[in-house]
Each structure stands twice: as structure tokens, then as C-alpha cells.
């Protein structure tokens, strides 16, 4: 018989932690290390210090409430997620894989339930990088040695520590806040293979294809690979009403003229792709930017999400065989910003979810996550794998962003058969 | 015979105005009633009293250098332009009309040349509006009883005065630049229909239409009419790597495919159109313009310029049944700026000018003015006109802004034979 988790304990703790940062209309803003995510800290240690858990801190305001298991030398297996939003963010990004923790570690207590290893809640800092750029800042730290290469120095931390803020602040850069915290211990604390043997994160879908199937949640998979381009055209300018049409080079003509080619000749590439590839032009630029002026510069942003290498570069072809043509008379160019590879999640630590949500009844799929996450650093370094909770409307990063209690009790239910099996899968 | 300008003592002026300001790589920066456009009104007094003219100022800082004519009783006729530029503007949008009523002027005390009219050249104050907009500001304040109603409030006096500076500036506001500036005299000073019987404004052509057709100079016969508009598209956003490309609403796309789909009406439109109708999407914005999400808001300006109305209500048209549709799922908007009809030029003024053109024995055409200009608002005020000049490669508002000093030259002479003629026109 499958454990279950309590959805009136899960329902008090969303309706209590929706109150640190509650912007007033529905959702929150609480950012790493500020007033609000202190709040939701020390929520964190009232809850799991009821409960008789240990709490710990490293030196990078990760926190870790960890419960005894009956074997002393076994290592920890860990939940967890983190507590810091976008601005105007929602309800359930983040902090659910950290009430997910709690709550799994709850009924292991609340029903007694017989395991060998401890377990372990813990807050990864800094997450969105809303304030202190870039995201995943501290799981990038802390993963630094194992992740791959072209990624370390963007998240060494000397580089790190120098982060300055997006938004107000009190402190001038990241390192001033983390010096500031009092949620900070040695760095010994830090998690680590020595230490740990698996890490599990729950996390909203932020997406509609749990909804549509009409399943509670979703066994993780992987983390796509991706590749991130600007788009940039050369064209000149010259004035609004004394330019003759046809002696225009146009760059934003150009480049509206290459997206809208760019969509029709990815479309069909993607035409019975069984998962298609996704690709998002999110921000667009144009100068001098004056509505007197025909633009001489213009450039967009594309990110290509998808988990085969060999796909991606299919659409990265079309890409620079576009770039090379001429568009409205406008010279192209393009820019690689980063290119991540597909991070596989640990195939046991999957099959161990799957038959979780399965022994406990539940409706699941099998499904990918094209958004990074802390969990895909430290799948390079841990057992790794996610399991991600039906997403209403697929909205998240914003205040509609929703998830019914009872998936998110669903979510924690499948946390913790999977976590009682890996209790019996590790030495 | 016609009487000529001289190319030695033109030259002379532009290589010494195009000074005060200068960049260091061609061009200049000056913004109004800062202290280059102060060096360069210095320079102004200085050689029109060296020719006996008589310096005035009014309220809001506009020069006038003045020589008497033969008859007491007549009223003036005035040249003018701006000596304001753009940021890293050229070494003529503006300047180059102040040189040519200056040239006039010394040539016709240098060959004392009979006029019953007292002449004047005329500095129009902050005509760019580069550091305190709007455009045409103090034309604005000036004609302000006479010009349409609809553009009236824009050029109120106590409005502009609060104009704040777009660049760096020791001033907090317009009206702070102008109480601070020696350049000031009495209200009744300012260009007024009782004391001024036409007005001539030369300037650079900033297209490159009589470049083409290998002409010197043109006679500019009106200001095209225009109307402004923002289109707007509404999709909504959501997160670039979790969001199936078939569900998306995205803005972006939505504006690039109107956009592109616009040119090909417009274009159909313009077949066969003489003189063709101008249209610039100058600006564009997406919300939240990040990478990582699909834009929910995307909006462009339109700027459309012809001088038939009939021709620019069925672009408006064409605008008008676009927005009705749906765009890549998204809502189509738009919103009118501002619409602004045709200025004529007056029609004596205006054959003044071809006809001075005409026996001067310079290659000339009649040419229409999309830009605007001083001369448009004056022209609701007192019989107005302008003359354009040659500009290399259609070029303006940019430092490689080029007029050769022959064809400057060339406007001044034409220019001359125009206040001539109209010296023997007007009573």
C-alpha cells in the first residue's frame, strides 16, 4: 500500500507561504535573500523544527532540514527546490518543491514510516536571479566543479558575488546580501556527492500538456537541450518623409521579413517531430528607434529547445543558411549567446517516481522540461530527476500562475513513494 | 541678369559655422541655447553688423538681423531657418538656411543692390527640439494663433516652457534654457503678419530625389500631409521552453506577419502612384522582451506621408481593414497619434522661386517636402516658401550630411532672385 501525503497539511502551508511577498492581487514578489524570502525562511525552520528536524546552512544560504534515518552512516537523500520568485511571480514556483519536501518529510514522521537513510528539505538561494542575475546562480556554485565547462564562468563565484541588483535593493551587489543573511553556515554544508545520494525536485509544469492529457503530474525526463542566437540586420537610415521607398534598406522590414520565413521554414521541419522543437523570439530591438526614422539596425533573440542534438542542429542549419542570404536589401548576421546540451535525469531515480505515481493510482505521463532548473546542475553532479505538477492554463512567471492543492498533494504523494524507494534502492 | 551669391564668402561661413559644435568626426552636436548654438548666434551678431544690419531678439530667443529698405512704410521680408542640430548631426539641417539669408543679405549690401523692403534673416529657435521637444517648438509657440487647432495645445507657451531635457543639460526646463540666454527682447519683436510680408526658408533636401535627377536645386511647392499611428498586438505570454508552439498567442509574430503583409498592400497601393505615398515603422516594442518568454504585447509606429488626402484615406483604409482581423491569434489595435494635412506654399512665393531658379540658368525641379519644417507652421501665418539644395546620398540628421558648397551657393542665389522679385510683388 502506497503512503499518502495530507492535503490539508499541503493546503496550510500554500495558503501560508502565499502570504510572504503577497503583492496584493493574487501573487507575490519575493526575492533571494530579501525581507520576504527571510519570512518564508523562517517559516521553513518553525515547520521542520516541529517536526524534530535538524536545520543547516552553508555558506551560501542553502538551507538543509534534515530528519535521522535508522542507518548512521547511510548518506542523505534530499527534496527540495527554492523560495525565491520572479517579480509578480506566482504562488508555486519554487516553493512548491520545498513544501513538497516538507510535506513528504511531515507524514514520514506523522505516520512513522521505517527508513535507513536521512532526509533531507533544502532552499537552494537565488534560483530566478530576478534581483542578482544570472538564474540558477547558487546551484551553479555549488555545482561548479561537475557542470560543463562553458558554463563555470558564468557561475564561478568570485564572478557571482560581484552580482549587482535589477531591481531596488539595500545592498549593492549579491555577495553584500549574502554577507548580510543570517541564514549562513560553513561551507562544508554544502551539498555534495559525499554526503548525498539523491536529489529530488518538484516543480510546477509551466506548462499545458498535463492539463490536456488530464494527468496530476508528470515523471521528468530530461532537461531539453537549447540553443540561444541573436538575429541582427544592417540596413541604413535615412528620414521618414524624404526617402523614396524603393531606395530603403529597412531593417526592421528585414528582419519581420526573415521571422516570419524563419517560422514557416521551422514549421516544417517540425511537421510530425514526436516531441517537436520549440523556438521563441523574445526580444526584439530596433535602432535609433524613432518613429521618423527608417531603422539601420535591428536584431531579435531565438531560443531552439530541444532534447536531440541532432535535430537542433537541423534547425541551426536553417538558421545560418538564412543568415547568409540577403533580407530587404539588409545584410544578416547572426550570434551564438550559449549552447546547453540535453541533461538526462538518473534513470533509476525516474523509474522510482514512475512507480510511484502508478502504485498510488494517480493519472501521469512521462514528459520533458524545456525550462532549466536547479535539479539539472545538480544532476551532473547527484542522482537527479524531477517530477513536475499539472499547471492551470500552463501560466506561470506571472500571478494567474495556479495549481489545485490536490495536485499539488498528488505531487508530494509521488515525492514520497519514489524517495521510500530510493530509502531502499542506496546502500 | 540675375544677381549671384558668392561661392568664396559661402563657403567661408560654412566652414566657420560648422565649428561650433563639431564632434570631431564631421559633424556636430548642437542643441539649442546650449553654449555652441550661443557660439554660433555670437558669430551671426558679429557678421551682420559688419554689414550694418540691425540685431533683434524676442521672447522666446529668435534672432533677426535687419536691413532697411528703400521705403520706411514697407513691411519686412525675412530668410530663416535653425541653428540647432540633432545629436551627432550634420554641418547644414538648419544652418544652411540661416548662411543663405545671411549671403543674401551681404550681397545685396555688397552690390548694393536697389530693394524697397527692409530684408531680415531670422534664427528660429529650437526647430529640432533634440533637447527639449517637441520639434518646430517655438514656430509652434509663434504661429500658435494661426495653426490648426488640434496641434495648438502641443505648442502652448506655458506647456513647452516645462519641456524637459532629453540629454544632459545645466537647465531643468525649456523655459529655465530661455531665462538664462542673453539672445531675449520684448514679445513685439516676434515675426508677426503686420510687420513681415514673406517668408523663405532654404534647406537641405534630406532625400535624395534631386540627387538623381541631377538637379542643383528644387522648388519646394508643399509640406506632405501625414498621419501617425501605433499598431498594437495583444497574445499573451508564457515560458519559452514549456509552451507547445501550436498554443501560442505571440505578439511578436503576429506584428512581424502584419507587418510584412502591410508592405505587400501598400506596395500594390503605390503602383503606379506619382508622386508614391512614404511609410515607415520606425519603432517597436514587445513586452516583456525577454529572452526566455513568448511576447504577450508588440507594437510598432506607422508613419505615413502623401500630399493627396483622398490617396492617405485609403491608406487608412487599407490600416483600418488589417486591424479588424486576427493576427497570429493575437488582437489587432490601433491608435491614431496625429493626422496633419498638406501645407501648400504660397503661389506667388512659390513661382518666385522657380522663376528666380529658371534665369539664374540652374538645373532645378519642383520638389514636395516630406519633413517638416518652420516654414509649415509660418505658412499658416504669412505667405511662406522653401528651396531645397542637392544633399549627397539623401543623407541628414547624421554626421556624413553633405551640401556641396556650389550647390549651397546655388540655393543662396536662387533664394536672392526670389526676395527680388517679391520685393517688387509687395506693396
Known amino acids: 500500500m502506497a503512503y499518502k501525503c495530507d492535503l490539508n497539511r499541503m493546503s496550510d502551508k500554500i495558503k501560508t507561504f502565499s502570504k510572504f511577498g503577497d503583492a496584493g492581487h493574487g501573487g507575490i514578489t519575493r526575492y533571494s535573500l530579501s525581507p520576504e524570502a527571510h519570512m518564508a525562511r523562517e517559516e521553513f525552520v518553525k515547520r521542520m523544527e516541529a517536526i524534530g528536524a535538524k536545520i543547516e546552512c552553508d555558506d551560501v544560504a542553502c538551507m538543509y532540514a534534515t530528519i535521522e534515518g535508522s542507518d548512521p552512516n547511510a548518506k542523505r537523500i534530499v527534496l527540495g527546490s527554492h523560495v525565491d520568485s520572479v517579480k509578480n511571480g506566482g504562488n508555486y514556483d519554487g516553493i512548491l518543491g520545498v513544501m513538497t519536501g516538507m510535506e513528504v518529510m511531515e507524514t514520514i514522521v506523522a505516520e ?138 529597412d531593417a526592421l522590414f528585414a528582419a519581420s521579413t526573415f521571422l516570419c520565413e524563419m517560422h514557416k521554414r521551422f514549421d516544417e521541419l517540425n511537421k510530425g517531430q514526436e516531441p517537436e522543437f520549440v523556438y521563441t ?51 544578416c548576421e547572426i550570434e551564438e549567446q550559449w549552447v546547453r546540451d540535453t541533461v538526462y535525469f538518473d534513470k533509476n531515480l525516474v523509474r522510482f517516481v514512475e512507480e510511484s505515481m502508478e502504485e498510488s493510482g494517480m493519472k501521469w505521463q512521462k514528459i520533458l522540461s524545456g525550462a532549466g532548473h536547479d535539479a539539472q546542475f545538480c544532476a551532473y553532479m547527484l542522482p537527479t530527476t524531477m517530477i513536475f505538477t499539472r499547471t492551470k492554463d500552463g501560466l506561470s512567471h506571472c500571478e494567474p500562475e495556479f495549481v489545485s492543492d490536490e495536485d499539488c498533494t498528488a505531487g508530494a504523494t509521488a515525492a514520497l513513494g519514489a524517495v521510500l524507494k530510493a530509502d531502499q534502492f542506496y546502500e
Open 281 to 331: 523570439t523574445g526580444e526584439i530591438y530596433v535602432h535609433p528607434c524613432i518613429h521618423t526614422c527608417i531603422p539601420d539596425e535591428a536584431e531579435f533573440s531565438l531560443d531552439v529547445r530541444h532534447p536531440d542534438p541532432e535535430l537542433r542542429k537541423k534547425v541551426m542549419g536553417i538558421l545560418k543558411d538564412m543568415a547568409k542570404e540577403e533580407w530587404c536589401k539588409c545584410a
Open 112 to 249: 512513522k514510516i521505517p527508513h535507513k537513510h536521512p532526509i533531507t528539505t533544502m532552499i537552494w538561494t537565488n534560483e530566478e536571479g530576478s534581483l542578482y542575475p544570472p538564474a540558477m546562480m547558487v546551484s551553479g556554485i555549488i555545482c561548479n566543479d561537475y557542470i560543463p565547462e562553458e558554463l563555470r564562468v558564468n557561475f564561478k563565484y568570485e564572478n557571482v558575488m560581484k552580482s549587482t541588483p535589477m531591481d531596488e535593493s539595500e545592498f549593492a551587489n549579491f555577495g553584500e546580501a549574502l554577507a548580510a543573511t543570517k541564514f549562513k553556515g560553513p561551507k562544508e554544508n554544502r551539498i555534495s556527492p559525499d554526503k548525498y545520494c539523491a536529489m529530488f525536485e518538484t516543480h510546477l509544469e509551466q506548462g499545458p500538456i498535463l492539463e490536456e492529457a488530464g494527468n496530476e503530474v508528470g515523471a521528468v525526463q530530461l532537461v531539453m537541450g537549447m540553443f540561444n542566437y541573436r538575429v541582427r540586420f544592417h540596413g541604413f537610415t535615412a528620414h521618414a518623409g524624404t526617402f523614396p521607398m524603393g531606395k530603403r534598406h
